[in-house]
């Protein structure tokens, strides 16, 4: 495997991908394109509906990320569907359908898939926290969507947007359900150190 080629609109889930990966021998390229978006049930089946339609437009080794809010008051509402709420109602929208809910639970998920010729692999997680009360715009430079200024993940009240990354990963590795990060590093060394 020479290279992947992380197919994303969002330069910031790039960067933060490629300084994860860096050391580990893996040549990582960015492909700025919007995918289509496909109303499926889960993240997941969104991921790898992308990571298809990827690999056709590519044709090499390709690598998708879907992320999204679950929120348990909404019914994990948006789900699958939380790009479109923030181009849409915004997190305005959402802090207005909990106005009156006091369970303000919630879940950040995210699945990557990698997709070549012989196979497609995903790997998902879940961060728990909570929707703060209002949004807070945040400091973070890197961030990977307004989503961030309303989440505050485990017991804390600081939005996500509001932590650096070596805070979050910190706080995320004694709190996350699964882990995509640390299952998807040592598939991709392991691809690249065993090129079919």
Known sequence: MNKITFVTSNKNKFLTL?????GFGIHL????????EPQLQTIQQVAEYKAKQALEIFKT?????DSGLTISALNDFPGPYTKYISQTVGNAGILNLLKDKLDRTAYLEQTFCY???????????KVPGRILMTENAGKHTNKWGTIWNV?????????????TDEEYFKLRSTIQIGSAW???????????NNPS
């Open 18 to 22: 490629e300084g994860k990966l860096r």
């Open 29 to 36: 390229e960015y492909a700025d394109i919007d995918l289509i």
């Open 61 to 65: 080794p390709v690598l998708v990320n």
């Open 115 to 125: 997709a070549d010729y012989t196979q497609i692999k995903c790997f998902s997680d």
């Open 151 to 163: 989440f505050a993940p485990g017991d804390t009240q600081i939005a996500r947007s509001d932590m």
């Open 182 to 192: 640390d299952d998807l590093i040592p598939f991709l060394t392991q691809l690249n």
